[in-house]
């Protein structure tokens, strides 16, 4: 299992909405100045830190830190669902289209409709998935 480090923003309820704290080793990596990671975070800042909803079992204060945890299962069938599944509609709609249509034009205009098509289904589907109790992170407990 996963363990993350989260602050909690809100709570109502048995309900907190939560927010995953930026690695603080980010910065102190020896590949810091090649590294597209840091300079992708600094663009982002800390203000890109997604926010959500968990289920708790303990009363919390906003700024308390929690642990969150995901089953490493869950999390490599997430990654293969947002990276596999449209890099293989790239893939095939590329080769299947070049067999029926010799203008690379068309090929691509195709390639691009079908990669954004299963962009979608995926956030269709992973906007399903995340309403599943086993899908979700776990609340582990305070800090």
Known sequence: MMIEEASVVEYHNGIAIVQCNAKSACG????????????????????????????????LKVGDKIQLGLAENTLLKSVFLIYGIPLLALII??????????????????????????FWGVKKLMDKRSQQIHFSPIFLGKV
């Open 28 to 59: 102190a990596c020896l590949a810091r100045t090649t590294c597209g990671s840091k300079a992708l975070s600094a663009l982002a800042g800390e203000k890109m830190a997604p926010r959500f909803s968990i289920r708790v079992d303990e009363p």
């Open 93 to 118: 709609t590329a080769v299947g289209f070049s067999q029926f249509f010799a203008n690379e034009l068309i090929v691509l205009f195709a390639m691009l409709i079908f990669t954004a098509i299963s």
